[in-house]
Protein backbone atom coordinates (compact mmCIF):
# COMPACT_ATOMS: atom_id res chain seq x y z
CA UNK A 1 0.00 0.00 0.00
CA UNK A 2 1.40 3.49 -0.76
CA UNK A 3 2.10 5.74 2.20
CA UNK A 4 2.04 9.25 1.54
CA UNK A 5 3.67 11.40 4.35
CA UNK A 6 1.74 15.35 3.97
CA UNK A 7 4.79 17.58 5.06
CA UNK A 8 2.89 20.73 6.09
CA UNK A 9 4.39 24.40 6.73
CA UNK A 10 1.76 26.61 8.32
CA UNK A 11 2.00 29.74 10.59
CA UNK A 12 -1.79 30.15 11.14
CA UNK A 13 -2.74 26.98 10.97
CA UNK A 14 -4.90 27.21 7.35
CA UNK A 15 -2.52 25.09 5.59
CA UNK A 16 -2.49 22.48 7.99
CA UNK A 17 -6.85 21.97 7.77
CA UNK A 18 -5.77 21.48 3.77
CA UNK A 19 -3.69 18.87 4.19
CA UNK A 20 -6.32 17.38 7.08
CA UNK A 21 -8.61 17.91 4.13
CA UNK A 22 -6.05 16.17 1.91
CA UNK A 23 -5.54 13.27 4.31
CA UNK A 24 -9.17 12.33 4.82
CA UNK A 25 -9.41 12.20 0.68
CA UNK A 26 -6.06 9.97 0.43
CA UNK A 27 -7.37 7.97 3.19
CA UNK A 28 -11.33 7.44 1.59
CA UNK A 29 -9.17 6.03 -1.18
CA UNK A 30 -7.57 3.54 0.17
CA UNK A 31 -4.11 5.26 0.89
CA UNK A 32 -2.21 5.52 3.94
CA UNK A 33 -1.40 9.14 4.77
CA UNK A 34 -0.47 11.08 7.93
CA UNK A 35 0.31 15.02 8.58
CA UNK A 36 3.46 16.01 9.50
CA UNK A 37 4.17 19.75 11.08
CA UNK A 38 6.97 18.87 13.28
CA UNK A 39 9.95 17.43 11.10
CA UNK A 40 12.90 16.45 14.07
CA UNK A 41 12.78 12.93 12.78
CA UNK A 42 12.89 13.42 8.94
CA UNK A 43 14.82 11.10 7.74
CA UNK A 44 12.37 8.41 9.19
CA UNK A 45 9.81 9.84 6.57
CA UNK A 46 12.08 8.92 3.49
CA UNK A 47 12.09 5.43 3.24
CA UNK A 48 9.46 3.86 0.94
CA UNK A 49 6.58 6.97 0.47
CA UNK A 50 5.24 9.76 -1.29
CA UNK A 51 5.92 13.52 0.00
CA UNK A 52 3.21 15.85 -0.35
CA UNK A 53 4.10 19.08 0.58
CA UNK A 54 2.02 21.56 1.41
CA UNK A 55 3.33 25.58 2.31
CA UNK A 56 1.72 29.07 2.89
CA UNK A 57 4.54 31.27 2.37
CA UNK A 58 5.12 33.66 5.26
CA UNK A 59 6.24 37.63 5.30
CA UNK A 60 8.35 38.40 2.28
CA UNK A 61 8.74 34.79 0.94
CA UNK A 62 10.02 33.01 3.90
CA UNK A 63 8.88 29.43 4.81
CA UNK A 64 6.44 29.08 7.89
CA UNK A 65 8.94 28.33 11.03
CA UNK A 66 7.78 24.99 11.50
CA UNK A 67 8.74 24.01 7.73
CA UNK A 68 12.33 25.53 8.24
CA UNK A 69 13.79 22.28 9.99
CA UNK A 70 12.98 20.31 6.34
CA UNK A 71 14.35 23.21 4.04
CA UNK A 72 17.97 22.87 5.93
CA UNK A 73 17.90 19.08 5.88
CA UNK A 74 17.16 19.62 1.90
CA UNK A 75 19.72 22.01 1.65
CA UNK A 76 22.33 19.47 2.71
CA UNK A 77 21.20 17.40 -0.88
CA UNK A 78 20.68 14.21 0.60
CA UNK A 79 19.89 11.61 -1.89
CA UNK A 80 16.40 11.54 -2.39
CA UNK A 81 16.19 9.77 -5.66
CA UNK A 82 13.92 6.93 -4.44
CA UNK A 83 11.47 9.66 -3.25
CA UNK A 84 8.36 10.65 -5.40
CA UNK A 85 6.48 14.03 -4.65
CA UNK A 86 4.03 16.49 -5.25
CA UNK A 87 3.59 19.99 -4.26
CA UNK A 88 0.71 21.97 -3.25
CA UNK A 89 1.38 26.22 -2.10
CA UNK A 90 -1.44 28.45 -0.69
CA UNK A 91 -0.28 32.21 -0.90
CA UNK A 92 -1.96 35.64 -2.04
CA UNK A 93 -1.26 37.24 -5.59
CA UNK A 94 -1.03 40.73 -3.68
CA UNK A 95 2.22 39.92 -2.46
CA UNK A 96 5.44 39.94 -5.23
CA UNK A 97 6.44 36.54 -3.40
CA UNK A 98 3.39 34.51 -4.37
CA UNK A 99 3.87 31.01 -3.14
CA UNK A 100 7.56 30.93 -2.66
CA UNK A 101 7.85 29.18 0.24
CA UNK A 102 6.08 26.18 -2.05
CA UNK A 103 8.94 27.19 -4.93
CA UNK A 104 11.57 26.77 -2.49
CA UNK A 105 10.76 23.40 -1.21
CA UNK A 106 10.22 22.28 -4.93
CA UNK A 107 13.98 23.43 -5.71
CA UNK A 108 15.45 21.44 -2.68
CA UNK A 109 14.00 18.87 -3.64
CA UNK A 110 14.64 18.64 -6.77
CA UNK A 111 18.30 19.66 -5.82
CA UNK A 112 18.11 16.29 -3.92
CA UNK A 113 16.97 14.36 -6.33
CA UNK A 114 13.95 13.69 -5.80
CA UNK A 115 10.94 12.95 -8.38
CA UNK A 116 8.12 15.33 -8.35
CA UNK A 117 4.84 13.63 -9.76
CA UNK A 118 3.12 16.38 -11.80
CA UNK A 119 3.45 20.33 -11.66
CA UNK A 120 2.66 21.50 -8.15
CA UNK A 121 -0.56 23.82 -7.57
CA UNK A 122 -0.50 27.02 -6.65
CA UNK A 123 -3.42 28.23 -4.77
CA UNK A 124 -4.25 32.27 -4.51
CA UNK A 125 -6.14 32.88 -1.65
CA UNK A 126 -8.02 36.09 -3.03
CA UNK A 127 -9.62 34.03 -5.81
CA UNK A 128 -10.04 30.77 -3.70
CA UNK A 129 -11.48 31.54 -0.25
CA UNK A 130 -11.74 27.82 0.53
CA UNK A 131 -8.42 26.79 -0.19
CA UNK A 132 -9.13 23.12 0.32
CA UNK A 133 -11.49 22.87 -2.68
CA UNK A 134 -8.67 23.53 -5.15
CA UNK A 135 -6.21 21.26 -2.88
CA UNK A 136 -9.05 18.49 -3.11
CA UNK A 137 -10.12 18.67 -6.82
CA UNK A 138 -6.19 18.78 -7.65
CA UNK A 139 -5.90 15.54 -5.86
CA UNK A 140 -7.84 13.50 -7.40
CA UNK A 141 -6.48 14.14 -10.41
CA UNK A 142 -3.07 13.54 -9.05
CA UNK A 143 -4.51 10.28 -7.53
CA UNK A 144 -5.37 9.28 -10.75
CA UNK A 145 -2.43 10.15 -12.94
CA UNK A 146 0.31 9.43 -10.60
CA UNK A 147 -1.15 6.23 -7.73
CA UNK A 148 -3.63 4.25 -9.87
CA UNK A 149 -2.27 1.88 -10.93
Not at 92 to 110: E, P, R, V, W
Not at 125 to 148: M, N, R
Amino acid sequence: MTNIHILVGSMLGGTEYVADCLADDLNAAGYTSQVHIDFADIGALTDNAIWLVCSSTHGAGDLPDNIEPLADYLATKPDLHHLRYGVIGIGDTSYDTFNQASITLDQLLQQAGAIRLGQPLHIDVQADELPEEPAQQWLKGWIEQYLTD
